[in-house]
């Protein structure tokens, strides 16, 4: 199996920044793509940010500008750097990827914890 270990989350000021961290560990054999979704009480969960195992990437549109995904491939993680953030921004935020362990064909999506990342004065 994979387990997604995030990282990175708290309080910060508006205006501010923070940087999500999460890495895979496990049997993995490929696994594409990784992100970032987040969820506030009452809503449904919400894709912030994807990326592919070549680096394209995918925003909504509320962050565009301000949150850059990156990853390692080499090490199976996963950033988030976020700058300019806002009180709008404040969620749980989840780790995803999807990934296929070694000896199986099948893919499945696995999730982190959460990390609380609060945008407030």
């Known amino acids: 199996q994979v387990q997604l270990v995030e990282s990175g989350g708290g309080l910060v000021q508006p205006g501010g920044s923070l940087r999500l961290s999460c890495a895979a560990s496990?049997?993995?054999?490929?696994?594409?793509?990784m992100g970032w979704y987040r969820q506030t009480p009452g809503k449904q969960r919400e894709l912030v940010a994807t990326?592919?195992?070549?680096?394209?990437?995918n925003y909504v549109d509320s962050v565009k500008g301000r949150f850059t995904i990156s990853r390692d491939n080499a090490k199976n993680t996963v950033y988030l750097q976020m700058n300019s953030l806002k009180p709008g921004d404040t969620a749980v935020y989840y780790c995803?990827?999807?990934?296929?362990?070694?000896?199986?064909?099948?893919?499945?999506?696995?999730w982190g914890q959460g990390t609380q990342v609060t945008v407030s004065s």
């Open positions: 990326i592919t195992s070549t680096s394209s990437t």
């Open positions: 496990g049997s993995i054999f490929s696994i594409n793509p």
């Open positions: 995803y990827a999807r990934a296929q362990v070694s000896g199986s064909v099948y893919w499945n999506n696995y």
